[in-house]
């Protein structure tokens, strides 16, 4: 097909939209591997999970063997209202980079919350609902996570009680008012509602808190109040398998048209894009009936992938959560105070962790300022006002199609724009200044943080 | 055609966009009053014009009688990038008020400038670099038109030079990063770089600067530097007929599925948005073809349709630019300090005010705590955190919703949704905490102004 019949903008009808989620773990040879409970050791059971995770949610945590999950009616309707998300022909940066190589993104910055975190959050606010609870609890960092769920209970009129660490709750509050007018409450974390905020605040009466902290306090308000249970963003499989839908679309546009990439790429901080990106490519390649080169992106301060090695840890600072298998730099990392956002997780989903140690795909770390200068050209060119976070898969596209043009090659690249960088202009601005800087941890650093793994 | 059988998003195709823009005046009997020379009093020509803006924007201004203006191929490649924009059916802002009415809306937002003034930026830079241009200046309040022009400039290669008021450039930094991100200088006005400036900082030191005033200094710059000219994002006649696309496309989506709708509802203060949204219904209506409710909604702050006068004005406070006869509450007339952002000029254009003089359309003028509590009803059903000025043509929406439900009747409604309110965060915090007020200037206040109307 000729490039010019392909349009700007592929959209999908609402008749050729994924009617189930695609779970990638019913494709995998070597399953991931379990949560287990940090006191036993043993892997987490539907018991175990259900005081804090609604049950649909744990059922759909735990299925390692069911390929499709049926979306409900009214998930799909509530997609309606800002998916299918466009997959675009980045016709303007190809003549911007004079690059023989064909680049699509999927772009999942035009809703409200801003990114693709909706997708999950609006199938966890509909199984809370179904459930018959009042609530759910939450931690946001940056805000984003915490915009989507706030407008997903809105919807279903559900309460939504965010922590919001209480260093962000002051200097985004922005993003802070974006959840009060979808009705959520939102608490500088750590608070005097929680045992844990209590006893961290006597201790250190000046904190500026922690996603640690947050997560904490989030999941014991969702334990110790009836009716609620408690979400989680990114990094779980239920996450993986709603986040799907990206890759469901995708490949279906790209089908419509006789499309067939050659390399997908993502960036990854927990791995909910990423995961939702690439499943039914994965999919594929799991099933030997395609290949493709998949392509995780992270940020050079914090290289999960890349340096860190791959191991059960705790799933946040705090300890509180069960332990997962993953690549991790160490639950007591602390990456640099830098702007990759929700790139800044010291560990990986187990799904992806078993993919990338299954020599399935591939790692690359990217610095900051790298980042932030391709994010500008693709501003410039592409008109979108990209997040950091997706800046990094934009910054391994162009360095990717650049290398096409030395090798006169035609591929087919397709990455995934995950959302828009409207709350993020004060690093844009620090770009603009010159006070970026691109700070990489020593191997001393990681080492000393993997000493505190878990031992057994 | 049964209510289901309609998308919530209905998307035209790439090949049923509009080719050519509508000029609206070729179809008004009575034409809108000429700009005048402000020394002279004679309408001003070409010649007079040309110093000032780019020649071919002069002779879209000046053309009353030329029905469709073709759009160059260059245009049209860069609305590809974000146009269509959907034409969303509101099924759950329906579902929520329980009204048998139908709502549509044009949402405009789905671009990285924010809303519908990049339909005519890219028009007013492309047309400045066909002549030969260097590049363009113009002044931002909010920094919504600079922002859509400073990213209309990237894409042709034109220098962008920004007046932005004072009081703005220090409290909105984020609207002027993304300014830079797209390579735009942006001066705080007044500034030293213009004799205007120069001289209202010795008269006034500590001056926040004004909207008039950024108006003087951008002209200043452009009639005095070699190869640039002045852009204006509302008001004129050739802002309305670019934004006709908006129209446009409206009335394609809704033939499409053989939609008539009743009322035509849209925001107004320099009338951009409404002046291209109504352009093709107000057509119909104009040659006789078809009938419509056409309802501009004005804030009660600045109420230029339903409280000011039809009389020949300064366009600036400054009174640097052409006289035009327009619905006026004086030049001097100075909204109190609000959020209705964009709607808070003083005037309207000259097409608009002909058309309300000739009982053509309706007006309302509404409070701004109304405004927002719509704004945040529609955000938490239909996702879209709108803007502050779109949220009047909601306010509306949803009033007349109501009164179908109350008599039963099943109207067809649509209003434009021109724009999103990531960056007017700071009023939906006012709103939230209950210090929003509704300032509503007093019969003497509106009469003292219109005192200092020019007298001829």
Same mark, same amino acid.
């Given at each position: 097909?000729?490039?010019?019949?392909?349009?700007?903008?592929?959209?999908?009808?609402?008749?050729?939209?994924?009617?189930?989620?695609?779970?990638?773990?019913?494709?995998?040879?070597?399953?991931?591997?379990?949560?287990?409970?940090?006191?036993?050791?043993?892997?987490?059971?539907?018991?175990?999970?259900?005081?804090?995770?609604?049950?649909?949610?744990?059922?759909?945590?735990?299925?390692?063997?069911?390929?499709?999950?049926?979306?409900?009616?009214?998930?799909?309707?509530?997609?309606?209202?800002?998916?299918?998300?466009?997959?675009?022909?980045?016709?303007?940066?190809?003549?911007?980079?004079?690059?023989?190589?064909?680049?699509?993104?999927?772009?999942?910055?035009?809703?409200?919350?801003?990114?693709?975190?909706?997708?999950?959050?609006?199938?966890?606010?509909?199984?809370?609902?179904?459930?018959?609870?009042?609530?759910?609890?939450?931690?946001?960092?940056?805000?984003?996570?915490?915009?989507?769920?706030?407008?997903?209970?809105?919807?279903?009129?559900?309460?939504?009680?965010?922590?919001?660490?209480?260093?962000?709750?002051?200097?985004?509050?922005?993003?802070?008012?974006? /959840?009060? +007018?979808? $009705?959520? *409450?939102?608490? #500088?974390? =750590?608070?005097?509602?929680?045992?844990?905020?209590?006893?961290?605040?006597?201790?250190?009466?000046?904190?500026?808190?922690?996603?640690?902290?947050?997560?904490?306090?989030?999941?014991?308000?969702?334990?110790?109040?009836?009716?609620?249970?408690?979400?989680?963003?990114?990094?779980?499989?239920?996450?993986?398998?709603?986040?799907?839908?990206?890759?469901?679309?995708?490949?279906?546009?790209?089908?419509?048209?006789?499309?067939?990439?050659?390399?997908?790429?993502?960036?990854?901080?927990?791995?909910?894009?990423?995961?939702?990106?690439?499943?039914?490519?994965?999919?594929?390649?799991?099933?030997?009936?395609?290949?493709?080169?998949?392509?995780?992106?992270?940020?050079?301060?914090?290289?999960?992938?890349?340096?860190?090695?791959?191991?059960?840890?705790?799933?946040?600072?705090?300890?509180?959560?069960?332990?997962?298998? /993953?690549? +991790?730099? $160490?639950? *007591?990392?602390? #990456?640099? =105070?830098?702007?990759?956002?929700?790139?800044?997780?010291?560990?990986?989903?187990?799904?992806?962790?078993?993919?990338?140690?299954?020599?399935?795909?591939?790692?690359?770390?990217?610095?900051?300022?790298?980042?932030?200068?391709?994010?500008?050209?693709?501003?410039?060119?592409?008109?979108?006002?990209?997040?950091?976070?997706?800046?990094?898969?934009?910054?391994?596209?162009?360095?990717?199609?650049?290398?096409?043009?030395?090798?006169?090659?035609?591929?087919?690249?397709?990455?995934?724009?995950?959302?828009?960088?409207?709350?993020?202009?004060?690093?844009?601005?620090?770009?603009?200044?010159?006070?970026?800087?691109?700070?990489?941890?020593?191997?001393?650093?990681?080492?000393?943080?993997?000493?505190?793994?878990?031992?057994?």
């Amino acid at each position: 097909m000729s490039q010019k019949e392909i349009p700007y903008k592929i959209y999908l009808e609402e008749n050729e939209t994924p009617t189930a989620w695609y779970n990638l773990r019913a494709d995998m040879k070597n399953k991931p591997a379990p949560l287990l409970n940090p006191a036993t050791h043993e892997p987490m059971s539907k018991e175990d999970l259900a005081p804090v995770f609604c049950e649909e949610l744990v059922n759909q945590e735990l299925d390692n063997t069911t390929r499709l999950i049926h979306i409900p009616k009214e998930i799909r309707d509530f997609y309606k209202m800002y998916r299918p998300s466009p997959l675009v022909r980045a016709y303007c940066l190809e003549e911007k980079l004079q690059t023989p190589a064909k680049i699509y993104y999927k772009f999942e910055g035009n809703n409200t919350s801003g990114s693709h975190k909706l997708n999950s959050a609006i199938a966890q606010a509909y199984y809370a609902k179904k459930q018959g609870l009042k609530g759910v609890t939450t931690e946001t960092g940056a805000g984003q996570w915490g915009t989507a769920l706030s407008m997903a209970c809105s919807y279903f009129g559900l309460d939504c009680k965010v922590f919001m660490v209480k260093v962000s709750y002051e200097q985004k509050p922005f993003r802070r008012e974006v /959840m009060r +007018t979808y $009705g959520a *409450s939102v608490t #500088p974390s =750590p608070s005097n509602e929680t045992n844990v905020g209590r006893k961290i605040l006597e201790e250190f009466p000046g904190t500026g808190g922690s996603l640690g902290c947050a997560i904490s306090e989030a999941v014991e308000v969702a334990v110790s109040t009836p009716g609620y249970r408690y979400v989680l963003g990114s990094v779980l499989n239920q996450v993986l398998l709603h986040q799907s839908v990206i890759g469901l679309e995708t490949k279906a546009a790209l089908d419509k048209y006789g499309i067939k990439p050659d390399m997908i790429i993502g960036c990854a901080g927990g791995g909910s894009n990423l995961g939702g990106l690439i499943a039914p490519f994965m999919g594929e390649k799991l099933r030997g009936e395609a290949d493709y080169r998949i392509i995780a992106v992270e940020p050079a301060s914090c290289p999960s992938f890349t340096r860190g090695t791959y191991a059960y840890d705790f799933c946040d600072t705090g300890m509180v959560c069960p332990l997962a298998k /993953m690549y +991790t730099l $160490g639950s *007591s990392f602390m #990456p640099a =105070p830098n702007h990759a956002g929700g790139l800044r997780y010291h560990g990986m989903s187990s799904t992806l962790s078993q993919l990338y140690d299954d020599g399935l795909m591939e790692a690359v770390s990217v610095k900051q300022t790298d980042v932030f200068a391709a994010a500008e050209q693709f501003a410039r060119v592409e008109g979108i006002l990209p997040a950091p976070e997706s800046s990094h898969a934009i910054k391994v596209a162009i360095d990717e199609a650049l290398r096409c043009k030395e090798n006169g090659e035609e591929k087919t690249i397709v990455f995934g724009l995950t959302g828009t960088g409207y709350f993020d202009l004060v690093a844009y601005q620090k770009f603009h200044d010159g006070q970026m800087d691109d700070y990489i941890p020593s191997d001393e650093e990681i080492a000393e943080s993997l000493k505190k793994l878990p031992q057994f």
